[in-house]
């Protein structure tokens, strides 16, 4: 007798067969897929740096605002300092004379005759704060005419209104890589807007403690000493310009809005104003005369080609986004000290 194939008993052997096929299928279709990958996608690119451009260093076309009131003697040691650093033009200097004090008057125009001078003589008469009340107008006069007044340029100094200016006072001195640090940080003014300002000083760069010149960093204290800053920060302050103070203005948790300000481990300037309108000499031996300047023994800032590129890295690794990356680096891969 011969054995029937009943349909029931070869329904598993046609599911089987089906779904063999199915896997086959897919299997095919997944190599046909990933070998067009290979043919049509571009290659892995390499990791972009942080910096993909050379940072240009104009350290020529910062304009330098000098303020100055009634101290020819420092006047003159800050100019001796100034007229030193590398590749200062003295076209770029604007020399801001606040009153009419005639020892600085005569002074500026017997020496110095060839640098431009502004001057202010408008004076504000207050009980309460006779002195900080001058300072503030005095800063938003240097302001609005940095970044309000059009002029034409001067020598390599391109016309104003100008896009960020380099402000100092009549008692300091600096490195001679003053202005190529400026330039080489001044692009981040631009790039990243949580940053306010780019000091050249640090408030905690003492003697034994300061030790690296190379090193950036940032903080949200606004460091009113030597900095640069952008035209579009006075442009959101001016209408509401502190009657005094104007330094605490900036730090105010209103107006600094967490942006932070650039600062160096090693100073860029020294302060030697032992005798100033709001420092005594005990606040200055404690704050101010043990910060070490920068001497310039390694060239940093504008050096030859290696230190430049790894300086461009150090400049890019100060954005916002990889500078908080880069601490917490520093941080995961610190030595924990359990016992001293």
Same mark, same amino acid.
């Not at 590749?87 to 005639?102: E, K, L, M, N, W």
């Not at 967490?258 to 300000?261: A, G, S």
């Not at 890295?313 to 954005?319: A, E």
């Given at each position: 007798l011969k054995m029937r194939h009943s349909p029931k008993r070869n329904v598993p052997l046609v599911i089987s067969l089906l779904f063999g096929f199915l896997i086959s299928s897919i299997f095919v279709l997944s190599i046909i897929s990933y070998v067009s990958t290979l043919r049509l996608s571009p290659k892995p690119q390499e990791p972009v740096p942080l910096i993909s451009t050379p940072i240009k260093h104009s350290p020529n076309t910062i304009p330098v605002a000098l303020l100055t009131y009634n101290r020819p003697e420092y006047l003159n040691r800050t100019l001796i300092s100034l007229l030193s650093v590398r @590749?200062?033009? &003295?076209?770029?200097?604007?020399?801001?004379?606040? =009153? $009419?004090? &005639?020892s600085v008057t005569s002074f500026l125009a017997k020496e110095y005759g060839f640098l431009r001078v502004i001057k202010n003589t408008a004076r504000i008469e207050s009980e309460d704060y006779p002195v900080v009340a001058n300072i503030a107008s005095q800063y938003r006069f240097v302001f609005s005419y940095l970044f309000e007044k059009s002029s034409p340029s001067h020598g390599p100094l391109? =016309? =104003? &209104?100008? $896009?960020?200016?380099l402000i100092l006072e009549d008692d300091l001195e600096f490195s001679e890589d003053l202005l190529h640090y400026f330039a080489s940080l001044s692009p981040l003014l @631009? $790039?990243?807007p949580s940053i306010l300002a780019i000091s050249g000083w640090n408030d905690n760069g003492f003697q034994g403690y300061s030790c690296d010149p190379t090193l950036i960093h940032r903080?949200?204290?606004? *460091? !009113?000493?030597?900095?640069?800053?952008? #035209?579009? *920060?006075?442009? /959101?302050? #001016? /209408?509401?310009? &502190?009657?005094?103070e104007w330094d605490q203005f900036f730090r105010e948790t209103s107006q600094a809005r967490?942006?932070?300000?650039i600062f160096p481990e090693v100073s860029r300037a020294f302060m030697f104003g032992e005798n100033g309108s709001t420092l005594a000499t005990a606040r200055f031996d404690q704050y101010f005369r043990g910060v070490r300047l920068f001497d310039g023994?390694?060239?940093?800032f504008g050096g030859d080609k290696d230190q430049y590129d790894d300086m461009n890295?150090? *400049? =890019?690794?100060? !954005?916002e986004e990889d500078y908080h990356r880069y601490v917490d680096e520093l941080v995961r891969s610190a030595l924990v000290i359990k016992t001293l």
């Open positions: @590749d200062i033009d &003295p076209r770029q200097i604007i020399v801001f004379q606040h =009153g $009419s004090d &005639p391109p =016309g =104003g &209104p100008f $896009s960020s200016a @631009d $790039s990243d903080t949200e204290l606004f *460091v !009113n000493l030597c900095f640069l800053v952008p #035209r579009r *920060v006075f442009l /959101e302050f #001016r /209408e509401s310009w &502190p009657y005094a967490l942006r932070h300000t023994e390694q060239r940093v890295f150090q *400049v =890019g690794r100060l !954005n």
